[in-house]
């Protein structure tokens, strides 16, 4: 199935909505819709390229 995600593609660069593939919920799993959301301190390091863990692309 597709959904939307915003990706960082780099350090520094501005997110991009894109559309991704994601699998089908198994067997126990459940869907949901995410109608809103945030972006906490790791993300915001990891989005500055100061976070030496930080792997790009990145689906935040």
């Keep these: 199935m597709k959904s939307r995600a915003a990706v960082a593609f780099g350090p520094g660069k501005p997110l991009e909505i894109v559309e991704i593939d994601v699998a089908e919920p198994k067997k126990g799993e ?3 819709r995410i109608t809103h959301t945030g972006v906490c301190h790791t993300d ?3 989005l500055s390229g100061d976070d ?5 692309p ?3």
């Design 44 to 46: 915001a390091f990891t």
């Design 52 to 56: 030496p863990e930080g792997v790009f």
């Design 30 to 32: 459940a869907l949901v």
């Design 58 to 60: 990145a689906i935040l």
